[in-house]
């Protein structure tokens, strides 16, 4: 089986191949942290994150980069509007980015450069710009000329008399400076520096970069000239992405990224998200209701990464249930590995090699430009088996399927499921809540007890102990000869 992934440069799917042999060198458009991450934002880290887990699985070694904006018109906007600084107002929303993406199971990224580290790198990318032609000053700021870059478009499919500068809500903050530009589709390198902005020092004078040639420097300082995977929302296609291309492949001559990825977009009950909508939804105030993290996981990979998804109440309904049947299985192992005569659940989990039926559908299906639907279909069915088998197993003490059948079926739920991002704690964990902290150990000693007092005839013992236990979550199941089994709800 082959790994195919839809390239948004060429609009066509194609056979995944590395630059260098077993080794992904990636690189995501992160946040510009002036304001708390919404759905749409989990949607873009979770598919990366699922992505990059998924080429780890496959036996690649992978460098995953991704980086924050940290200094732009809209975080200065938030400070005056807070009466703080820029650096505070970053500083607050990367802290946040990070709390809300570690309760969707998002790994960090390998490293993180903020436009704000990386000035040297980008001035000296204008620099060599400049002294190839790509560039000029204007009344303190610096332009790229992209007449004189035969390929723009490439990546949009825009001719360049269609295009508008600034697009993605650039247009306000550039418009005021188009008398400089010595063609209105020019985009800023460097702004020069304005009352009251932080500015840096640099060979134009004082001031800031402009918003494309960060990225473009901070892959470059980071990953090299070329990467194999450039990743990011649609809304980056143009003119972030064209105008980084534009730049990066005038100053090295080399292509700046083998594949283009591209996340489809979120709509809210069909409707696209916007706060003058009153529809604006952040990660937290969802997770906040409380919808569990790992259904909200869950509704973003129950759609092709590249289509677009809609948040309704209705669709987190549906993953939370869907969610609930994933959590029974995967919690399977650790529930009955001593009543099926298994080994440590973790032991079992450390020794396994999935490698039958169930793991090559999962790999057929996320080997399709990363199918996670198909590879879902795959993860419940196993799920759906193990719960009915627990089902069994409470109520009859054995099951008809051998031990070692259930035992390769629940290692690679969990294992295909952790490809994914979607974990649960164990139930053994759990447990010291939901069960009061009784160990399985204590609730067998109780359950004696309670087999004693049934022999002395002392029923109102024998029912007290059978209510102690079921208000602590703990159901007890009398078998024929006088044996009990037992079983946390």
């Keep these: 089986m082959a790994l195919t992934v839809y390239n948004s440069l060429s609009r066509s799917l194609q056979p995944f191949e590395t630059i260098e042999p077993g080794k992904v060198r990636m690189y995501c458009c992160g946040v510009t942290v002036y304001d708390y991450c919404h759905v749409g934002h989990a949607r873009s880290y979770i598919v990366w994150d699922t992505i990059r887990r998924y080429l780890i699985w496959r036996g690649y070694g992978v460098r995953y980069v991704q980086n924050f904006t940290d200094i732009d018109d809209k975080i200065l906007n938030r400070a005056r509007e807070n009466g703080s600084s820029m650096e505070e107002v ?197 997770l906040n209701r409380p919808v569990e993290p790992m259904a909200l996981r869950l509704f973003v990979l129950t759609a092709q990464y590249r289509k677009p998804i809609d948040f309704t109440d209705e669709a987190i309904a549906s993953a939370e249930n869907g969610w609930n049947t994933l959590k029974e299985g995967l919690l399977f192992g650790y529930q009955t590995a001593s009543q099926l005569g298994w080994e440590e659940p973790e032991k079992i989990l450390a020794d396994n090699k999935p490698s039958n039926d169930s793991v090559e559908q999962f790999q057929t299906a996320m080997d399709e430009d990363f199918n996670t639907p198909g590879g879902l279909a795959v993860l419940f069915e196993l799920a759906k088996e193990l719960r009915r088998e627990k089902n069994v197993l409470v109520h009859e003490g054995k099951t008809e399927i051998p031990s070692e059948v259930l035992k390769e079926k629940w290692q690679n739920l969990v294992t295909l499921s952790r490809v994914l991002g979607l974990e649960v704690k164990p139930e053994t964990e759990e447990s010291s809540t939901d069960s009061g902290g009784l160990s399985d150990g204590e609730i067998e000693s109780l359950i004696e007890q309670r087999q004693a007092a049934r022999k002395a005839k002392d029923f109102a013992e024998a029912d007290r102990i059978r209510n102690e236990l079921q208000e602590l979550g703990i159901s007890l199941i009398d078998k024929p000869g006088s044996a009990t089994i037992w079983h946390r709800n």
């Design 90 to 286: 970053a500083e607050k929303f990367t802290e946040a980015y990070f709390e809300d993406m570690k309760r969707l199971n998002v790994l960090e990224a390998d490293e993180y450069p903020r436009a704000t580290h990386t000035i040297d790198g980008i001035q000296r990318l204008i620099r060599e710009l400049e002294n190839k032609g790509f560039a000029y000053y204007a009344g303190g700021d610096v332009y790229y000329k992209v007449e004189d870059f035969a390929e723009y478009g490439k990546l949009s499919g825009r001719r360049l008399e269609e295009m508008q500068a600034g697009a993605s809500g650039r247009v306000e903050v550039e418009a005021p400076d188009a008398s400089k530009k010595k063609n209105p589709y020019d985009f800023a390198l460097w702004k020069g520096a304005k009352p009251g902005e932080p500015a840096w020092e640099s060979p134009w004078g004082s001031g800031r970069p402009g918003w494309h040639i960060e990225c473009s420097a901070m892959v470059r300082d980071r990953l090299g000239d070329t990467i194999d995977i450039h990743a990011g929302g649609a809304d980056l296609i143009f003119p972030h992405h064209e105008n980084e291309i534009a730049q990066s492949e005038a100053a090295t001559g080399k292509t700046l990224a083998k594949y283009w990825l591209h996340n489809g977009f979120v709509t809210i009950d069909a409707e696209k998200m916007s706060k003058s909508l009153d529809n604006f939804t952040t990660i937290r105030d969802l």
